[in-house]
């Protein structure tokens, strides 16, 4: 596993907050794999952050994939 | 477990009730996030919450996480 | 259990018409913890009730919120 | 089981095609239970029908409500 | 099983590929369930097919369709 | 499985970082069976890739076949 390509070695975390983290890193992954410049993402950023809307879709991406990253560590239940 | 950066220690709540409430927290934590400015939050909350679209919008996020709570206490079946 | 606070004890219902009904009492709520003032709402509702498209959106969440009373009711199979 | 004010019954169908019949169905009822006033739907339907986006968003809630009744039978599998 | 009026006899396919051949077929019926005329469903394609947010929508669609036709067949792991 | 039809073999990959890669290409597939001219779709893309609500709503895609992708491969748990 070379460290430099690799940004998604596993779905398991220790906790369900290290869980939401990676449901946001894995959200943040979707748009930037169709708009891979960074420069104009960075543009973009302050433009929706400030948009409700946008946030709100926002979270929704999020709690996909939140509940993709919860199964998969069958929810913490230990 | 530092309480001061733990906000999210567990998916498992005591009701259905209980879980709902930390489906809302884990909504707005998918804005915060985004958006970590709480000023700028604040100042579209009213904005957005007069919106009929961003309430609804707002809710879908809700059911979504309301779906990966519910799972994970397994319904409050007992 | 005091009566007063409690609006979801359970997501087990006789029925899934009941089921179905629980699924919109839920999305009405995912929008009233965002807008807690009732007037306003009320305000709001002939506006989007008349909006296509915004019923649409409602009739989502409320399929969502079923996806979750029907799982957690083993689709009332038997 | 009083015939008049039971239109969902049950989740089970015959076949999967009977269950995508009670997809639309229930994307229906939703929208009816937020605008009970059937000449205002009905005003509605020729626009958005005619509206292309809408139409996605309609065939969207039938896919979520779809999953729920193919979990409910299992898929139909025998 | 009369061949004419049966267009869904099973959500089970031999591969992968032709299961999201059926979520497409599903997430078209869903379409046309709603427009049934298909002279004004034909009239709106060329409109939405050049919408990117359409063709964004429609791929969510069918993206929730293959959830649904992947489990049928137990994700196809033989 | 004559290789060239066949985009689609499997939903099995040996990493959660392939299972990622492959639900991009399934919300790209899902776009390009609507809008099959490459061309109408290459001049789309500069346009939605500079807009942040479509590149969220793109994002959303990919989650939504993320979690189907994840599921075939009981999330790469071992």
């Known amino acids: 596993m070379s460290g430099g390509d690799t940004w998604l070695p596993s779905l398991i975390t220790e906790t369900p907050q290290e869980g939401f983290a990676l449901a946001i890193t894995l959200s943040q992954k979707?748009?930037?794999t169709t708009q891979?410049?960074?420069e104009v993402r960075k543009a973009e950023r302050p433009e929706y952050a400030e948009e409700a809307d946008s946030l709100i879709a926002v979270s929704h991406v999020i709690a996909t994939h939140f509940q993709t990253v919860?199964?998969?560590n069958d929810y913490w239940r230990e």
Chains 1, 2, 3, 4, 5, 6 share one sequence.
Do not use: F, Q, S, T
Request: charged fraction near 10%.
């Open 30 to 32: 979707g748009v930037a």
């Open 70 to 72: 919860a199964a998969a």
């Open 36 to 38: 891979p410049d960074a």
